[in-house]
């Protein structure tokens, strides 16, 4: 192999887009190893063939694309598998977008009072004690609907071995704010009836009978950042009419809707009303 049938790190950077450290760097990394390296100089020299690689890794991370996955695109069996994982990809990022495109809107609302914000129907309801089992844990936002739905299993299994009837609903109560940044905890919790004993993370513990603020939310509006309105409008209520006594919740009575405007869950908040 010479440097007149092969390019040189220089020219071959220049060809494909590629800067000098990112080649060295992947090199290092293996993600795209030169033809040859001069024993004697070091120099790294690249083939002709290798240009159609070095130009797709290029266009990725232009992306903004993780090596990992750029990695993973690369080693695809076939053409068909790399366009869809790429696709698969590119949807991510596009949810993600859509993401934070609505927490700029939040925010936007929030700084002009709300005035764009959507209505909700607030009201106060009395809630009965109730039998629970539950588990609380810490977990990040970007984990959250998995550990929920987790948890939810693991206890209906339990209960399942227990001499108890427990139907759909059950609630998470927020102990601590959840973000990509702060890890709760959580507590998942199934109403049931009858006997039940506790299990590993599962306890079994008696809420008392209390008064809550609550509205009822859509599937669609159960999306973040959409679900704050929901939380905002259920605050200002039980702060405009007496005090929070409690953690805010969000509670699932029924099986998970198939369409996004069909009532799928209830934003609660516990509350005491001041007798002014």
């Known amino acids: 192999m010479t440097e007149t049938d092969h390019f040189t790190i220089g020219e071959f950077a220049r060809r494909t887009g590629l800067s000098l450290k990112a080649l060295r760097g992947y090199d290092e990394s293996g993600l795209l190893v030169p033809a040859s390296v001069d024993p004697?100089?070091?120099?790294?020299?690249?083939?002709?063939?290798?240009?159609?690689?070095?130009?797709?890794i290029s266009l990725l991370r232009r992306l903004d694309m993780p090596l990992a996955r750029v990695r993973a695109i690369l080693a695809a069996q076939n053409p068909a598998a790399a366009t869809d994982d790429l696709i698969a990809w590119w949807a991510e990022q596009e949810q993600a977008l859509a993401t934070r495109r609505g927490t700029v809107e939040y925010l936007v609302e929030?700084?002009?009072?709300?005035?764009?914000?959507?209505?909700f129907d607030v009201g106060a309801r009395a809630v009965p004690e109730r039998l629970l089992a539950s588990i609380t844990t810490h977990v990040l936002q970007t984990e959250l609907t998995a550990t929920l739905n987790d948890s939810v299993r693991q206890i209906r299994d339990h209960l399942g071995?227990?001499?108890?009837?427990?139907?759909?609903?059950?609630?998470?109560?927020?102990?601590?704010?959840?973000?990509?940044?702060s890890d709760g905890p959580i507590e998942v919790c199934v109403p049931y009836e009858g006997t039940a004993g506790p299990s590993g993370?599962?306890?079994?513990?008696?809420?008392?009978?209390?008064?809550?603020?609550?509205?009822?939310?859509?599937?669609?509006?159960?999306?973040?950042?959409?679900?704050?309105?929901?939380?905002?409008?259920?605050?200002?209520?039980?702060?405009?009419?007496?005090?929070?006594?409690?953690?805010?919740?969000?509670?699932?009575?029924?099986?998970?809707?198939?369409?996004?405007s069909a009532p799928a869950a209830q934003i609660a908040l516990p509350y005491r009303e001041d007798h002014r």
Do not use: K, N
């Open 40 to 56: 004697y100089t070091g120099y790294r020299y690249y083939s002709p063939d290798q240009e159609p690689t070095a130009r797709r």
């Open 110 to 119: 929030q700084w002009r009072d709300g005035a764009a914000s959507p209505t």
């Open 161 to 181: 071995t227990q001499e108890a009837t427990f139907g759909e609903e059950w609630w998470a109560i927020f102990h601590g704010v959840v973000s990509p940044d």
């Open 201 to 260: 993370p599962i306890v079994i513990r008696l809420e008392p009978a209390r008064t809550e603020v609550a509205t009822t939310i859509t599937r669609a509006e159960c999306s973040y950042p959409q679900i704050l309105h929901a939380y905002d409008a259920v605050g200002r209520w039980a702060r405009a009419h007496g005090t929070v006594t409690g953690p805010p919740r969000e509670v699932y009575p029924m099986p998970w809707p198939d369409s996004p």
